[in-house]
């Protein structure tokens, strides 16, 4: 199967402490990206790492990847109750497969 | 920023019923896209448009799916004659290339279907 894997399923943290996320895939890829999605909403687009990228930060998110272990983690710094949803990696060049996500619960 | 648009938000049809989910796109890209995602499931690639035709569609996307941009600004998803399976979140995307440029996704389309 092409999906991505990523663990945990599930994650609860206290408000203030960091997340991280792993998502683990099997083919070659050109970029992988981060997505949020809020319960029953959208996805929203975070971040995009390029196969010859290592890692990158945007605000209180750090990305990094690995194509020799075909992984990529997602480091939620300093989190908040705000940041509480689904978190998905996507890869693939004409369409995107997606992860099986990982679902944060941040407790005020 | 911009954004990708769907409408309706949410649709309630009855099984066997034709439903036309819109999307209008980002305005200056060129890939189209349809996913879905099943209540609690994963998300699920549907369909690829580009250039005024299908690149690449899933064992998921049967006939009884169609897609159309009828114009230069609308992209459609038609499901001919609904079934209760059918129910799901249908997301549009769009991005502006293959070459690793971000797809955007809209806040989706719910469909039940009873």
């Known amino acids: 199967s092409q999906q991505g894997e990523e663990d945990p399923q599930a994650l609860s943290i206290q408000e203030g402490e960091n997340a991280t996320m792993n998502c683990s895939y099997k083919?070659?890829?050109?970029?992988l990206q981060w997505y949020r999605q809020n319960s029953g909403r959208g996805l929203v687009h975070l971040i995009l790492?390029?196969?010859?990228?290592r890692e990158k930060h945007s605000g209180r998110l750090r990305v990094t990847l690995d194509t020799s272990k075909k992984s990529s983690s997602l480091l939620i710094t300093a989190s908040r109750a705000a940041d509480t949803a689904s978190y998905f990696c996507?890869?693939?060049?004409?369409?995107?497969?997606f992860g099986t996500g990982t679902r944060l619960q941040v407790f005020p | 920023e911009p954004e990708v648009t769907q409408t309706p938000s949410h649709q309630v049809t009855q099984m066997g019923q034709e439903v036309i989910l819109r999307c209008v796109p980002i305005?200056?890209?060129?890939?189209f896209y349809w996913y879905r995602q099943i209540l609690g499931q994963k998300v699920e690639f549907l369909v690829s448009?580009?250039?005024?035709?299908?690149?690449?569609k899933s064992e998921i996307f049967d006939d009884q799916f169609s897609v159309e941009r009828p114009d230069g600004s609308n992209f459609t998803l038609k499901i001919r004659s609904t079934k209760l399976e059918d129910s799901a979140m249908y997301f549009c995307?769009?991005?502006?290339?293959?070459?690793?440029?971000?797809?955007?996704f809209g806040e989706g389309s719910w469909l039940t279907v009873v």
């Open positions: 448009f580009y250039n005024n035709e299908i690149s690449e």
């Open positions: 790492i390029r196969s010859n990228e």
């Open positions: 083919t070659s890829i050109n970029n």
């Open positions: 996507a890869f693939g060049t004409d369409k995107l497969i």
């Open positions: 305005s200056n890209h060129l890939y």
């Open positions: 995307a769009s991005s502006g290339d293959l070459s690793g440029n971000t797809i955007y």
